[in-house]
């Protein structure tokens, strides 16, 4: 009851929700199955240094970009496969253009960059002779994001840097990963801390708690089978089965610190083979 309330809340920019616990009292709960010296506190000392790798340089010769400075060895982890050909990246989030220039520095030449803001002050910071655009709208418009898709995508890479809101990043997964997201390409969530500060919080869920949930679609061939159902030439062996969109299409899941990555790959049932 609680959930479809929020819904319909939602849908005025209204919500009652129960916050998580996690975000109530400011504690982690902890599986006891999980060895004490695990869970331990240990000093984390100030980082002293800076990131070493291209992408950082670029970012340092321009003083309208705000980034978390370990975000560059994860952006490089992942976007690195996409600098030899000209791609299509859409950013959620504008703010002073900074990182649109940064992006279309650091991918190929003929690559399109697109940005998209609530903001109408953006609209400012496109550069339409060296393909980097910005269209004005909400990322919790699922209308708008299928304007800019037909308009630019499908896209290679999909960086979410939005709002921030919880409900605006579950909207647009929702609304972008099957029609705008290229099969080989990249979904990014970043700043997920939000998710940690109730003043992000406006949906029952969190896109964090709803990623976890997507670790369980990816493992979604193996409910209710058995690993014979998989093996190569075996009498078993299935030849085919109906899955949901996301565990068809998810290549991976990568969690890092303020960071949910998405891979999307088609894909074909598992195969084990025992020789």
């Not at 975000?23 to 000093?43: N, Y």
């Not at 220039?101 to 803001?117: A, N, Q, T, Y």
Request: negative net charge; charged residues 30%.
């Amino acid at each position: 009851m609680r959930k479809l309330l929020n819904k319909l809340l939602i849908k005025f920019g209204i919500l009652i929700t129960k916050a998580p616990t996690l975000l109530a009292d400011h504690s982690l709960t902890t599986s006891e199955l999980i060895p004490a010296e695990l869970t331990e506190k240990v000093k984390v000392t100030e980082a002293t240094g800076t990131p070493d790798n291209e992408l950082f340089r670029i970012f340092s010769g321009d003083t309208n970009v705000h980034k978390w400075h370990h975000y560059f060895d994860i952006y490089s982890r992942h976007f690195e496969r996409f600098r030899d050909r000209p791609i299509r990246m859409l950013e959620i989030g504008v703010f002073r253009g900074g990182s649109l220039r940064m992006w279309k520095e650091f991918f190929h030449p003929d690559s399109i960059i697109v940005g998209i803001d609530i903001d109408k002050s953006c609209a400012a910071h496109e550069i339409a002779d060296q393909n980097v655009f910005v269209r004005i709208g909400s990322q919790a418009d699922p209308n708008f994001l299928a304007e800019v898709n037909g308009e630019f995508g499908p896209f290679d890479i999909i960086l979410d840097d939005g709002s921030h809101k919880t409900h605006h990043q579950i909207v647009s997964f929702g609304a972008l990963f099957r029609p705008a997201l290229k099969d080989g390409g990249c979904y990014m969530v970043e700043d997920m801390h939000t998710n940690y500060w109730l003043k992000h919080v406006d949906s029952p869920e969190t896109f964090i708690e709803i990623s976890k949930q997507m670790i369980d679609m990816l493992h979604e061939p193996y409910f209710d089978r058995k690993e014979t159902n998989f093996r190569h030439g075996h009498s078993e062996a299935l030849k085919e089965v109906e899955l949901s969109y996301l565990s068809a299409n998810l290549d991976g899941i990568y969690f890092h610190d303020s960071i949910v990555v998405f891979d999307k790959k088609k894909r074909d049932l598992p195969k084990s083979e025992l020789r």
